[in-house]
């Protein structure tokens, strides 16, 4: 059997109380089945009968300026400056994958040198961006069904996390960069980051490290 083995130290953490919109920075983050506490419990739906996504969430995806504004009051507007009708919904949470995301700045670095510029994590819109341990050198794959471990809370690793156009937006002026996209697709396989699943509950915080388990 391996031994544990570190891989990384946590330097920012995040939640994003409407899915889609700004998130918040933390400093301790409660983790349980559902997540980060306070993560996507909300989300705006769309009403508009005629829309491709209707009775569906209004994402990122959809509109380049929703990462940019916090309040769902704000969000709605924008909405209907394109003719598009959106109501929030609190019953969450709502994810489009697994509760828990995690990045590392090593595999940010490498779509950073693709790119040829500095890449804000939040553009991935993760909850966990940690620095990688000196001694781990593995991609995303490398950590698919592993046991993260970060003081009392277990992590699952579960998939790889596959980007669409959203991370091309600058999540402050929610201008776009198509280069960033075609960046992570060709050099990256298109991925950035894991989802995870919480098996143990507790808390986190900046600068805990961050343990792969045997």
């Keep these: 059997m391996r031994e544990p ?8 953490l995040w939640r994003y109380p409407v899915k889609a919109l700004r998130g918040e920075a933390l400093a301790i983050a409660e983790l349980d089945e559902n997540g980060v506490a306070g993560d996507r419990r909300a989300a705006l739906f769309v009403t508009s009968p005629n829309h491709a996504r209707s009775g569906k969430t209004y ?42 995301s995690l990045i590392l700045d090593a595999w940010l670095a490498e779509a ?27 991609g995303e794959s490398s950590l698919l069904g592993a046991t993260l471990a970060i003081g009392p809370v277990r992590l699952q690793v579960r998939e790889a996390t596959r980007r669409c156009v959203t991370p091309s ?7 776009a960069d198509r280069a960033i996209q075609r960046a992570v697709i060709e050099h990256r396989g ?8 919480v098996q143990r509950s507790g808390s986190i915080r900046l600068g805990d490290p961050i343990v792969v388990e045997p």
């Design 169 to 175: 937006y600058d999540p402050v002026t929610g201008e």
């Design 5 to 12: 083995h570190p891989l990384g130290t946590i330097s920012h």
């Design 59 to 100: 994402r990122g995806k959809e509109h380049n300026l929703l990462h940019t504004v916090e309040e769902a009051s704000a969000a709605i507007a924008l909405a209907a400056a394109r003719a598009v009708q959106v109501v929030a919904q609190d019953h969450g949470p709502y994810f489009d994958a697994q509760p828990v």
């Design 190 to 197: 298109n991925v950035m980051g894991v989802y995870c699943t």
């Design 112 to 138: 950073e040198r693709a790119a040829g510029l500095a890449l804000d994590p939040l553009r991935y819109r993760p909850n966990i961006f940690a620095r990688a341990d000196p001694a781990f050198s593995g």
